[in-house]
């Protein structure tokens, strides 16, 4: 993305705005979610969101249902 420097009239380009995506290894989500039985606790023990385990699930090729058979 350019930007216009307010100061002095240049452009600037600037790359990697926004937040940094979290890097947890799938397989210890895939057990810690076997194990709970939910993304909420899931979540709670990794000290993220539950829309970042989806992601990391999503990132494999899986969805939560795949993985939690009520």
Known sequence: MKIICPNCGNEVKV???????????GIKVLASLRANG???ATAKEYG???????NTLKDIGLNTKDIIKK
């Open 38 to 40: 939910s993304v909420t």
């Open 48 to 54: 993220v969101s539950r829309g970042s385990i989806r």
């Open 15 to 25: 790359s990697g705005l926004g937040r940094p995506k979290l890097k947890i290894d």
